[in-house]
């Protein structure tokens, strides 16, 4: 295997070691349940209070706000779920085409049990009319579920004025923002949103924990029942990963503007090089607004699943724009919304860059990125579909 060169930051970040640092004497001498009288305990209740002021200082929230938990996923369906127990009368919710699995899967199994879904569409270039969204409210709208920022595209919605209508309309708000959190500016106390989902390992943290942002105004029904998390969420705390995501609050926050704009322009040029270097290839989304890491782009004529596995042999890790499932690529559902065909979403690669991408990172990937795209081209039979390698 060759150097490793990790553009898939929108997947999982590796742990910065100050974060590392800072969990590691929770996993050592300091294993107290936060929940225990003794000093142990209290040292541990202590670090979970000042991880919660920090992911709080992050996002514009008050620490009372963040509520600790696995993950996104988590965070999500426990928002949705609160949001529809507080209104069992209300059998509609609203989410978008283009929404992460978290909420898609969770939206078909509660068609299943009787609500209505409105999958709201979104333009070629991936974004979202917020005049539609309004129009798609009614009495009966129990919560409206919307993505801040893509995953695949890194596209972001327009989350100040779809939070205007929904605190007009008098409908709960909850936005997925763990692809936005540390990447883009986020004040959510002037926001005026019910909801929040976050995740850690998109911030340099461990996997396995995550928070939820509920709106101190808000009415909020658990998910899982039990006295921790002031009774918002039952489980004893994760507290050595809860400290490493305050860390990473923290570090995110210190450096959010001037790492945005060095890692967009790293973005820009990568972009801009490999559009002038290979014919027929195109970015899939608008160009703004959007994170300043991601570059969804489709290389027409190859199979985008063989070309991870020629890049997995260069070191190069990147994500296709659609998921691998026995041994064949489904479309990306995001792309395929906003009207890329099917052939060409399966054409189609996520790069996302991070903190620790570097110039010379770029310089090689636009080596190795052409040169495997020449080669998976010049095996396709004439007038045939590209060709598929087995790992």
Known sequence: MSQLLYLDHNATTPIDPD????????LENEFGNPSSVYSLGRRAAAALNSAREQVASLVGARASEII???????????????????????????????????????????????????????????????????????????????????NETGILFPVEEIAA????????????????AGKVPINLEELGVQYVSLSAHKLY??????????????????????????????????????????????????????????????????????????EGVRRNGTDEPRLPNTSNLTFTGIE?????????????????????????INPSHVLTAMGVTRDEARSSLRFSLGRT??????????????????KLRALQPMGGSPVRMNA
């Not at 008098?170 to 923002?177: F, I, P, R, T, Y």
């Open 205 to 278: 943290a461990p996997k396995g924990v995550g928070a939820l942002y509920v709106n101190r105004r808000a009415r909020f029904t658990p998910l899982f029942r039990g006295s921790q998390e002031e009774s918002k969420r039952g489980g004893t705390q994760n507290v050595a990963s809860i400290v490493a995501f305050g860390k990473a609050a923290e570090l995110a926050e210190a450096h959010l503007l001037m790492a945005a704009e060095r890692i967009a322009k790293l973005r820009d040029r990568f972009e801009q090089d490999l559009l002038t270097m290979i």
């Open 165 to 180: 209508i929904t605190t007009r309309k008098k409908v709960h708000l909850h936005l997925d923002a763990v692809q936005a």
């Open 68 to 150: 600790f938990n696995s993950c996104g996923t988590e965070a999500t369906n426990t928002a949705i779920l609160s949001a529809i127990a507080i209104d069992p009368d209300k059998r509609h919710i609203i989410t978008s085409s283009v929404e992460h699995s978290a909420t898609i899967k969770l939206c078909e199994y509660l068609a299943t049990r009787g609500y209505e879904i409105t999958w709201l569409p979104v333009d070629s270039g991936g974004q979202l009319d917020p005049d539609k969204l309004e129009t798609s409210i009614t009495n009966d709208t129990a919560v409206v579920s919307l993505l801040w920022a893509n």
């Open 304 to 328: 985008a699943e063989t070309a991870l596995l020629l890049f997995d042999k260069e070191g190069l890790c990147c994500s296709a724009g659609s998921a691998c499932s026995s041994g064949s």
């Open 19 to 26: 974060v590392r640092d800072a969990m590691l004497p929770w």
């Open 357 to 374: 991408t570097t110039d010379a990172d770029i310089d090689r990937a636009l080596e190795i990125i052409p040169r495997i795209i020449a």
